[in-house]
């Protein structure tokens, strides 16, 4: 069964740490993408990738950035967490310019405090 | 105004019900994504299309591309049915999703 796999369901930080999520699919699926997930503002894209090492910014890619080394692997970064980052956070891969086989990982609920 | 809006915000049914749940967008589009999403928050792709209605089991979606409007049905509704299901079309500069907010399904027994 193909998969988007998130390192962590839940998730607990502290105020100013560095946090990493990770994402991996097995699907040698090109396209990545980090959504964080709010109550009233629904999905909301934070960065994408089409290809190994290349990034760009979606529509709230303040306070986050990414990294791609692999095909198979997309981590979001949080330089220094606050409060206001506490969301759920969702991982989707895709293939192609017509992103065939469109699919989420499970998220990972990350708290601030 | 948002891009992608959901109708309704709310639904609940009885088991058995047939359910419709609306979706109207302002963009220019590829394709448009249902999705479904439990209690807990895995997404899970429904149907992704691009013209007329597709069809698994008890679910059914429609979309209308001069009318930009598309719809999901829900056939001898479920308990197990109830979730958010969510509304997305590619399109935009980048050609990357654009979400609706979701429209919350509760079928009581």
């Known amino acids: 069964d193909v998969k988007v796999t998130q390192s962590s369901r839940y998730l607990v930080k502290r105020t100013g740490e560095k946090v990493f999520l990770e994402c991996v699919q097995d699907?040698?699926?090109?396209?990545m993408f980090w959504y964080r997930q709010d109550p009233g503002l629904g999905l909301r894209l934070i960065y994408f990738s089409y290809d190994v090492k290349m990034k760009e910014k979606g529509d709230i890619p303040e306070g986050y950035s990414v990294s791609r080394e692999k095909k198979e692997r997309f981590s979001l970064i949080l330089e220094s967490a606050s409060t206001n980052q506490t969301s759920m956070y969702l991982c989707?891969?895709?293939?192609?310019?017509?992103?065939?086989?469109?699919?989420f990982g499970s998220g990972t609920r990350l708290t601030v405090v | 105004k948002n891009e992608v809006e959901q109708s309704p915000q709310n639904l609940t049914a009885q088991e058995g019900e047939f359910i419709t749940i609306n979706c109207s967008y302002s963009?220019?589009?590829?394709?448009l994504h249902w999705l479904q999403q439990h209690p807990g928050g895995g997404i899970v792709s429904l149907f992704m299309l691009s013209s007329g209605k597709k069809k698994h089991g008890r679910l059914i979606a429609t979309i209308n591309i001069q009318e930009k409007h598309s719809s999901l049905h829900i056939t001898a509704s479920h308990p197990r049915d109830s979730a958010v299901y969510i509304c997305?079309?590619?399109?935009?500069?980048?050609?990357?999703?654009?979400f609706g907010k979701g429209t919350k399904l509760s079928v009581k027994p």
């Open positions: 963009v220019g589009i590829s394709a």
């Open positions: 997305a079309v590619f399109g935009g500069s980048q050609g990357n999703l654009i």
């Open positions: 989707a891969s895709s293939s192609g310019r017509n992103h065939k086989g469109y699919t």
């Open positions: 699907m040698d699926h090109e396209n």
